[in-house]
């Protein structure tokens, strides 16, 4: 079983960055592709990026490609997400999810484990 604790959201203005991380432990990290999901209310969670368990490729939403960069640090089991040039509309509960030796699920429905979320909001 596979625990993800989601930190370093939380309220910016619109052009500002933020890093989000997400730490994993109960599983063997490097063997989990890891993707980012956001929430907004009354939205269905929808895919923001992914990131490869192998040759950590990555994979992005068109609405974030660009802005947004995907990395992981195996030694420390975390992913991360930063998030530059932060617009209102990206302001939602995201949440990262871990799927076992898959490619980049863009869907919610590929991924085994998710995390709690961690709020972002962005202020024009």
């Known amino acids: 079983q596979v625990q993800l604790v989601e930190s370093g959201g939380g309220l910016v203005q619109a052009g500002g960055s933020l890093r989000l991380s997400c730490a994993a432990s109960?599983?063997?990290?490097?063997?989990?592709?890891m993707g980012w999901f956001r929430q907004a209310p009354e939205k269905e969670r929808e895919f923001v990026g992914a990131?490869?368990?192998?040759?950590?490729?990555?994979a992005y939403a068109d609405s974030v490609k660009g802005r947004f960069a995907i990395s992981r640090d195996n030694a420390k089991n975390t992913v991360y997400l930063q998030m530059n040039s932060l617009k209102p509309e990206d302001t939602a509960v995201y949440y990262c999810?871990?799927?076992?030796?898959?490619?980049?699920?863009?869907?919610?429905?590929?991924?085994?484990?998710w995390g709690q979320g961690t709020q972002v909001t962005v202020s024009s």
């Open positions: 999810a871990a799927r076992y030796r898959g490619g980049y699920g863009y869907t919610t429905a590929k991924y085994d484990y």
């Open positions: 990131i490869s368990w192998s040759d950590r490729g990555t």
């Open positions: 109960g599983g063997t990290f490097r063997n989990y592709a």
